[in-house]
């Protein structure tokens, strides 16, 4: 039986947490070998805002250097930056010539983002389309998404579709947007009712950001929300929440059910024992990521070859599918 196409565009926006390595990244490193993966560092769609150019420099390659020390193996899966291939920008504009303006007006993030300023780019209207061909010329089955992208996905399958009936080919396969089963729903620490989010990462002590230090993350630890109680157990009460979040995130990190998770904190003197017990398996969590992040910043010429060798694979793919669409529209090809 074939194996399903998946594609993952990452943005290059910093500030990747522990809810994002428990919750997908660990998942997506494990579980590599049952399906086709493209993971793309998507700093295209970064410029859809206004950005600082040395900053998205950094960020991007600090992403790509990540996912690689997370596990993203490139002998499994393809990993690549979007600039590098050219066919993501070439075969957007083929896509924009057959998608009627109302679809992308009717998008909710354009709407919701469009409303807050004064004056709107023609990138944050069009990026749905980007992102279309992103999926579309790798022939993807399925696309993991939040529920806030799966709008966009859906634009994907009607521009797919669309493109199909125009031409009269069953040229574009149409996707499927698949929300993940979260691994593990990990909070904020400073507020349980509210999940650890890459928008909030920079507020001190609300996440565990991948690269923090051993000492941050005991910080964050130390002054995680809990309660005035003192029993520690897993419990769906909301007075509980922080409790249970902690215990959450220990659970995820090292495996155990319930009961022995429990177990590993019978003897706690309190709240303070769950916290230290906590960090410490994470810190010994993200001590070989980090190593190995650090080892892969510090050698650019193996990074850029790793990135290089993605962008090969990808352009491979993603170059005929849109050479063949230029045919399919009366384009005249090169001799």
Not at 102 to 113: N, V
Not at 167 to 192: E, S, T, W
Not at 287 to 307: C, F, G, H, S, V
Request: net charge negative; hydrophobic share 45%.
């Amino acid at each position: 039986m074939n194996k399903k196409t998946v594609f993952s565009g990452i943005q290059p926006t910093g500030n990747i947490h522990l809810g994002n390595y428990l919750g997908a990244i660990r998942n997506w490193a494990a579980r590599q070998a049952e399906k086709v993966n493209y993971f793309c560092v998507v700093d295209l769609h970064s410029l859809t805002v206004p950005q600082d150019p040395a900053q998205l420099r950094f960020e991007t390659r600090s992403l790509a250097a990540v996912l690689l020390a997370c596990g993203i193996d490139p002998q499994a899966s393809t990993i690549f930056i979007q600039s590098h291939v050219a066919a993501h920008a070439e075969g957007c504009w083929l896509l924009n010539c057959i998608t009627p303006l109302g679809w992308l007006q009717r998008m909710t993030q354009f709407k919701d983002k469009s409303a807050r300023q004064e004056s709107v780019l023609t990138g944050l209207l069009d990026y749905p389309v980007l992102m279309a061909g992103d999926i579309l010329f790798y022939d993807a089955d399925e696309v993991p998404v939040g529920e806030d992208q799966k709008q966009h996905v859906e634009l994907a399958r009607d521009i797919a579709q669309r493109f199909n009936a125009l031409y009269n080919a069953d040229f574009f396969v149409v996707p499927q947007p698949i929300i993940p089963k979260v691994g593990a729903r990990i909070m904020g620490l400073d507020d349980p009712a509210v999940k650890m989010s890459k928008s909030l990462a920079d507020k001190r002590g609300h996440a565990i950001r991948l690269l923090d230090e051993p000492d941050e993350i005991m910080y964050a630890f130390k002054r995680a929300v809990t309660d005035s109680g003192r029993e520690i157990r897993f419990s769906d009460d909301p007075e509980k929440a922080g409790v249970n979040n902690l215990l959450t995130i220990y659970q995820a990190v090292t495996g155990k059910d319930n009961a022995a998770v429990e177990a590993d904190f019978a003897g706690a003197r309190g709240y303070g024992d769950l916290k230290m017990g906590v960090a410490e398996v994470v810190i010994e969590t993200l001590r070989p990521i980090q190593a190995r992040y650090k080892a892969l910043m510090d050698d650019t010429a193996e990074l850029d070859r790793l990135l290089a060798y993605g962008a090969e694979q990808a352009r491979a793919v993603s170059q005929p599918k849109v050479d063949e669409m230029k045919g399919m529209m009366g384009l005249v090809m090169p001799g």
